[in-house]
């Protein structure tokens, strides 16, 4: 049986997982039973389509990219027009509601709603947002579990690089001391570039041109993306309820030629850490720029990688590495958890 995928934002992350579906069809079919169906998508701009049947992804892709909206798609016996987010959630047939939509960092909002309302209605959420999970985490995870769905959100950290999974399946059994990592591609960038002689302001329009900063950077350079990403590593592998605003937070901006050449001469590099740690009865959790020795495993990680030590009391430390953006990798996250529910293991 066919799962029914609603998509809520049709943008960058939307398209890429829309491409997945297509591109591995059959290889996901015959490979793992599994058969996604897009029965639905709802962007804010680009418009709102749904049939309980399935939607041709190379029409919405070819509408989007040719037209910039769901309008041109052609229409179709069974096929409806216009329903907002809330009403795609409540009205189709979708097994899973995919939530990819702009999210306000701080309120989570209209994401924590859409979830609430996919749980009521016995569907299924994924996501890559980052907001409900870390500003809301125990209460949805309590809603999803009293109705009896399940709710992914692997790509909030790492992007397809299985930052959550890994640590909750393949480190199960081993009591996690302390989450550290780089959780920010803009910033490692950043000071990649600088520890090579680049200037801050240099630096950051390189990252601009390349795709990895925003016009506005002041998330990852202040440290807040890493902020949010710490709140859910918190929360979901270390079982520990901290708020984003419960994590001291400060971001590169300060970071100066002397500072730089001071810890090179040190045999150190700079890098905008984040930090969770067990200490006794208390918890200490940090984003900010650290220099660490090069012999550290996340003095190598350079560029817009990211990366993640986990300290186990079994395993001793365990570090991995990946792209924690882009628009396949942050499909795949989407698929990552799909798959998991199809396999009833989220």
Known sequence: MAHNVAILGFGVVGQGLAEILHDKAASLREGLGFDARIVAVSDLMKG?????????IPELLKAVRTTGSLDSYPDEPGLVRGRDSFDTIRESNADTVVELTYTDGKTGQPAIDHCRLAFECKKNVVMSNKGPVSLAYESLARMAEAHGV?????????????ALRMPLVALSGNDISEVRGILNGTTNFMLTRMAEGVGYDDALAEAQAKGYAEADPTSDVEGYDAQYKTAI???VVMGIPLKREDILCRGIRDISPEDIARASREGKIWKLLARCRREGGSVQASVGPVAIPLTDPLAGVGGAL????????LAGPITLIGPGAGKTETGYSILIDLINIHRHQI
């Open 48 to 56: 709102s389509l749904y049939h309980p049947h399935g939607l041709d």
């Open 150 to 162: 399940r709710w992914g959100f692997e790509g909030t950290v790492m992007s397809g690089t299985p």
């Open 233 to 235: 590593l918190a929360n």
């Open 306 to 313: 990211n990366a993640i030590t986990y300290e186990c009391d």
